[in-house]
């Protein structure tokens, strides 16, 4: 069974950084796009960033030129580097495994909270 483990949230003021790591407990060839999610209380879990086994990035317009995501397929670890967070990144970030099946894993969820 593959599980995800993200790690890194924390509290943090605005304009300050964090980096996010999400390792994947085996190695599965068959996982292609990994990615990053968050959930901000009262509403519903969005799409952050994701990357692909080759290296293909995507980003929500709002965290554009802000986060940096990447992925490391040797360690089975992805990572998110989060520059100039907004109180409006407070949310629990959680991480994303996609196959190529389309099925997917998710990990537990880490606390963002940028203070104004």
């Known amino acids: 069974q593959v599980q995800l483990v993200g790690s890194g949230g924390g509290l943090v003021q605005a304009g300050g950084s964090l980096r996010l790591s999400c390792v994947v407990s085996?190695?599965?060839?068959?996982?292609?796009?990994m990615g990053w999610y968050r959930q901000a209380p009262g509403k519903q879990r969005e799409f952050v960033a994701s990357?692909?086994?080759?290296?293909?990035?995507n980003y929500q317009d709002s965290v554009k030129g802000r986060f940096t995501i990447s992925r490391d397929n040797a360690k089975n670890t992805m990572y998110l580097q989060m520059n100039s967070l907004k109180p409006e990144d407070t949310a629990v970030y959680y991480c994303?495994?996609?196959?190529?099946?389309?099925?997917?894993?998710w990990g537990q969820g880490t606390q963002v909270t940028v203070s104004s």
């Open positions: 990357i692909t086994r080759d290296g293909n990035t």
């Open positions: 994303n495994g996609r196959r190529y099946d389309g099925y997917g894993y």
């Open positions: 085996r190695s599965d060839f068959t996982i292609n796009t």
